[in-house]
T-cell receptor, first 111, second 116 residues
Framework: DAKTTQPNSMESNEEEPVHLPCNHSTISGTDYIHWYRQLPSQGPEYVIHGLTSNVNNRMASLAIAEDRKSSTLILHRATLRDAAVYYCTPLSNFGNEKLTFGTGTRLTIIP | EAGVVQSPRYKIIEKKQPVAFWCNPI?????LYWYRQNLGQGPELLIRYENEEAVDDSQLPKDRFSAERLKGVDSTLKIQPAELGDSAVYLCASSPGLAGRQETQYFGPGTRLLVL
């Protein structure tokens, strides 16, 4: 299984952009990168995923490095509601589809 | 549309007692997952079902844990007997179950277990 590395914690001011990094240097060529977040006392929720190209949705943007060894989740304008633990996890497109969560990044939003 | 439902939300038991958790996935979702999340850690997969079949139970401690998904809908996860180290949040998730697709997993709120 590919291993991911994320900073333990980050802080950001409210209404500022946030860039959450993830290193996944051992990812295979067919693994997608998924991001989930977990708000306090809730189960994880899906944020975004991608393979090679940058991706955008209503929640966030995902920038994937050209060599695919790292990616960055971008929250364009952080709100207090974005305070959560953010996990990046590879997911194979073949066979056993298994999310592998690490310890994630705890994002604190400063009002 | 209702999300993944889990019960109970909280459970406190003494060690060596049995405990069971129940999960009702999103209607129509064929794949169901049970995860365990220890304090300060990310969720770890215990078992994955495709309909009624357990297709990945490699991380399930089979000496004390068991799970079932009768009729391919609801699922129950049981621990017997519980140990102090089983204190954790037990999360259920479901996904549509379309093979070869990058599917979103939808998580329930979890059951927080405390073993005394």
């Amino acid at each position: 299984d590919a291993k991911t590395t994320q900073p333990n914690s980050m802080e950001s001011n409210e209404e500022e952009p946030v860039h959450l990094p993830c290193n996944h240097s051992t990812i295979s060529g067919t693994d997608y990168i998924h991001w989930y977040r977990q708000l306090p006392s809730q189960g994880p929720e899906y944020v975004i995923h991608g393979l090679t190209s940058n991706v955008n949705n209503r929640m966030a943007s995902l920038a994937i490095a050209e060599d695919r060894k790292s990616s960055t989740l971008i929250l364009h304008r952080a709100t207090l509601r974005d305070a959560a633990v953010y996990y990046c996890t590879p997911l194979s497109n073949f066979g056993n589809e298994k999310l592998t969560f690490g310890t994630g990044t705890r994002l604190t939003i400063i009002p | 549309e209702a999300g993944v439902v889990q019960s109970p939300r909280y459970k406190i038991i003494e060690k060596k007692q049995p405990v069971a958790f129940w999960c009702n996935p999103i209607s129509g979702h064929n794949t169901l997952y049970w995860y365990r999340q220890n304090l300060g850690q990310g969720p770890e997969l215990l078992i994955r079902y495709e309909n009624e079949e357990a297709v990945d139970d490699s991380q399930l401690p089979k000496d004390r844990f068991s799970a079932e998904r009768l009729k391919g809908v609801d699922s129950t996860l049981k621990i017997q007997p519980a140990e102090l180290g089983d204190s954790a949040v037990y999360l259920c998730a479901s996904s549509p179950g379309l093979a070869g697709r990058q599917e979103t997993q939808y998580f329930g709120p979890g059951t927080r277990l405390l073993v005394l």
